[in-house]
């Protein structure tokens, strides 16, 4: 930081107020990540206590840690990465001063349901100390002896009579730590340097690194992927020029999915993977569906559905995915969103490329473009639908109703009678009496046989 000097100013400010457990939580499990020099900054800060004007020196700060400007900076830029300090510049007129807010840590047992950091503590401390560490946090305390005779809090309070506050005074404040919510947002980005730096020893440049960074992330949204377990892909599929083989790569990803499957299946495998349960429960399906749709990445979004009914996914889908998030017309929990309408709803056991193609098609020149709108946009479907099978049906009931006919009166009800002379009446019955004669002598002849 080429405007920082040694005789700035600074001020401590703290968001919460920093006790042992904090200080056990830094040793045991950040100390191992930040290193030396970050973990004696930060309990130096963290004990010293909060300041309401810039009356603290760096020289003073340095010359108590013996620590140098360049080692100073390194720990610093470390513990912000770990959201453990927030550094703030200030212009004021008679030059720069710094204020640096300090930030709590989080508990053992809350870092270690982070994933992400879980992974990296685990890089840095080696599977053996890790898992150990693991076994203790998860230790089940053993049962006290003896009757519990503890008060409630109702028979503390006995008769006491107090007005209840109509809510109360303080709202909740997200249970994820700044940390936590940066890692989240930045979940589908690939840290470069940080692989750049893990890679080094592998002969990996950074230019090759950038070279196939938009691959890469689209590999890493895919199958929800940390960046350590990119690099551990990377590093087994690089080539002898020690160059990243996407084709290897992407092959390898989803050999070791497809092997997931498998170990999910039985029963005695020795794998076991953590589940984080969620620190709120949701209070409505539509709203755990929103969740788990925004956390997930698709694959292993899908690969949850499957498991639920005992199904897998399979190889053609894994490929049809993998196709569609390299156009990345729509977002990983859109797609979510898209899977778990064709597989619960509609619960369609195998999904095509052609479907999805289709699917994902409408919904982008719809404008969806996250979860909650993905929802919105079935609900605007089902009403469309149900609005046109209510018209068909009324439609057709209306053609089958028989037509009314009007009855028309035969044309000969309109014919007058003519008056015959007696003449003509006397002839007439002459000719009929000569046909019916003319008839019997015929019958007669046939019946003799003649």
Not at 81 to 95: A, C, F, H
Not at 146 to 161: L, Q, R, W
Not at 245 to 264: I, T, V
């Amino acid at each position: 930081m080429s405007d920082f000097t040694m005789q700035q100013r600074y001020r401590l400010v703290y968001d919460d107020q920093i006790n042992l457990e904090h200080l056990v939580a830094l040793t045991k499990v950040y100390l191992p990540i930040i290193g030396r020099d970050a973990f004696t900054l930060y309990s130096f800060w963290g004990l010293h206590g909060e300041t309401t004007e810039a009356t603290l020196q760096h020289v003073d700060l340095l010359d108590q840690l013996a620590m140098g400007q360049h080692e100073f900076i390194a720990a610093r830029e470390k513990l912000e990465g770990m959201g453990l300090v927030k550094t703030y510049k200030q212009e004021m007129s008679y030059g720069v001063q710094w204020v640096y807010q300090i930030f709590p840590t989080m508990s053992i047992r809350h870092f270690l349901t982070d994933s992400m950091l879980s992974s990296l503590l685990a890089h840095y401390l080696g599977d053996a100390l890790f898992n150990e560490l693991v076994v203790q946090e998860t230790a089940q305390h053993p049962e006290i002896a003896g009757t519990n005779v503890s008060k409630a809090f109702f028979d503390m309070i006995g008769n006491e009579s107090f007005q209840k506050l109509p809510k109360a005074p303080v709202v909740a404040q997200e249970t994820q730590t700044p940390l936590q919510i940066s890692i989240n947002q930045s979940a589908k980005q690939i840290d470069i340097t940080l692989l750049t730096d893990m890679l080094r020893s592998f002969n990996v440049s950074q230019t090759e690194l950038n070279k196939h960074k938009d691959a890469l992330t689209i590999q890493k949204a895919l199958y929800g992927l940390s960046d350590i377990d990119l690099v551990r892909v990377i590093q087994a599929t690089l080539t002898a020029n020690h160059e990243i083989n996407m084709a290897a790569l992407q092959k390898q990803l989803r050999q070791s999915y497809q092997q997931g499957q498998r170990k999910a299946a039985l029963p005695n495998s020795d794998i076991t993977e953590a589940v984080v349960m969620p620190t709120v429960t949701p209070s409505n399906p539509a709203e755990q569906l929103l969740i788990t749709a925004k956390q997930l990445a698709p694959l292993v979004f899908l690969k949850n559905l499957r498991e639920q009914t005992g199904g897998f996914v399979t190889d053609a889908e894994i490929n049809t995915l993998n196709d569609l998030a390299q156009l990345d017309i729509v977002s990983n929990e859109v797609l979510n969103i898209i899977l778990y309408e064709l597989t619960v709803v509609e619960k369609k056991t195998t999904l095509n490329k052609a479907l999805l193609q289709t699917i994902v098609n409408d919904w982008a020149q719809a404008g969806v473009t996250n979860a909650v709108e993905g929802l919105t946009y079935l609900q605007k479907r089902a009403q469309n639908r149900q609005r046109q099978q209510t018209q068909n049906k009324g439609n057709q009931k209306w053609s089958q109703k028989k037509p009314i006919v009007k009855e028309q009166r035969p044309d000969w009800e309109n014919q007058k009678a003519t008056e015959v002379s007696s003449a003509e009446a006397t002839a007439a019955t002459n000719k009929l009496a000569e046909i019916r004669a003319s008839r019997r002598n015929t019958e007669g002849a046939i019946n003799n046989g003649e």
